[in-house]
């Protein structure tokens, strides 16, 4: 059975920060390349990062680069997120999502709050 388990958010101050984790089950883990998604209140879902099966390259949204940083650990079937210098825009439902040909794996989502 596959499983795509989020954890890790949370509220935090602007400024602040977290570490989001993806851990994985299910399937080959180290043979997909993974993204994190967000979705906002009333936005559509958006992607975040996206990092290759071999973790080797990586690319961000426009809205995080440079406070973002993605990352994985095939050893542990694990992504990770982490999140620095957040503000109250990045508040959302993240979710990691793992993708290969024609499968496509989502999970449940974690909340994050970035609020005073």
């Known amino acids: 059975q596959v499983q795509l388990v989020e954890s890790g958010g949370g509220l935090v101050q602007p400024g602040g920060s977290l570490r989001l984790s993806c851990a994985a089950s299910?399937?080959?883990?180290?043979?997909?390349?993974m993204r994190w998604y967000r979705q906002a209140p009333g936005k559509e879902r958006e992607r975040v990062a996206f990092i290759t099966s071999t973790g080797g390259s990586t690319n961000y949204a426009d809205a995080v680069k440079g406070r973002f940083t993605i990352s994985r650990d095939n050893a542990k079937n694990t992504m990770y997120l982490q999140m620095n210098s957040l503000k109250p825009e990045d508040t959302a439902v993240y979710y990691c999502?793992?993708?290969?040909?024609?499968?496509?794996?989502w999970g449940q989502g974690t909340q994050v709050t970035v609020s005073s």
């Open positions: 999502n793992a993708y290969r040909a024609i499968y496509d794996y």
């Open positions: 299910g399937f080959t883990f180290s043979s997909y390349a």
